[in-house]
């Protein structure tokens, strides 16, 4: 692993008690495992939610979580119900218009379509594909000539391939992938596919660029000692993608 100089990041860190706003509020959709979602408890759970934990413990920032729908997850970033996202959100062009971004703290994932056992692969140009509303595969399908169909919640992505109202899903390969495997043989992959974007990144208002240095100098210290690796490896399984 390179070995970061973090002079830098360590005095980034320490500037935030200087920082004027008391709890910094961390936006979610408790949706979208394994990035974040509620347990058996009700309680959030998920990668997402113990990276900004941590994170927040090394900015020294005290932070508290709010749910929130995905459809209206950037607009209420915007509109200060919340100061940044975590959602298993990609980096992509047309968000950075409308919000600022962090460094990755994710590599691009494979978006994948997932379908019944035995559905042929021509769906994914000429049948009913869905995807979450608001999302960039949403985004890649209707380049396609295959027919979006889209839903406000991933899970309903899902209940759609089942039911028949959906030939495939396109989503990201990292959520399917426990559907895939809990489901004895029912669902399976069709292909992946490469998505746009720089990486899942921590969302924040364009005009908060403190805090947008805070949180990348926590990045930085947890890229630097492995424990992001560490916390991929965690979640996701040995073969996820790390930084070097």
Known sequence: M?????TAALLAL??????????????????????????ESNQLVGFEIDLGNELCARAQLTCEW?????DSII?????????????????????????????????????????????DMSVMEDGVIAAQSNTMQASMVSDTSATLIEFPTADETIAAVRNGTADAVLADRDFLVTYVEESNGELEFLANVTP?????????????????????????????????????????????????
């Open 196 to 244: 746009p974007g720089a990486g899942v990144s921590i969302g924040l208002r364009q005009s908060d660029t403190e805090l947008r240095a805070t949180f990348d100098a926590a990045i930085d210290s947890m890229k630097a000692d492995g424990s992001l690796n560490a916390l991929l490896v965690q979640w996701f399984g040995d073969e996820v993608d790390v930084f070097e």
């Open 66 to 70: 709010v749910q929130n729908d995905w």
């Open 14 to 39: 320490g500037s935030s008690t200087a920082m004027a706003q008391t709890v910094t509020r961390l936006g979610t959709e408790g949706a979208y495992p394994p990035y974040n979602y509620l347990d």
């Open 2 to 6: 390179k070995k970061l100089v973090l």
């Open 75 to 119: 607009p209420n970033l915007v509109g200060g119900n919340y100061d940044v996202i975590m959602a298993g959100m990609n980096a992509t062009e047309a968000r950075a218009e409308v919000i600022a971004f962090s460094q990755a703290y994710k590599l691009p994932d494979p978006s994948a379509y997932m379908a019944l056992a035995g559905t």
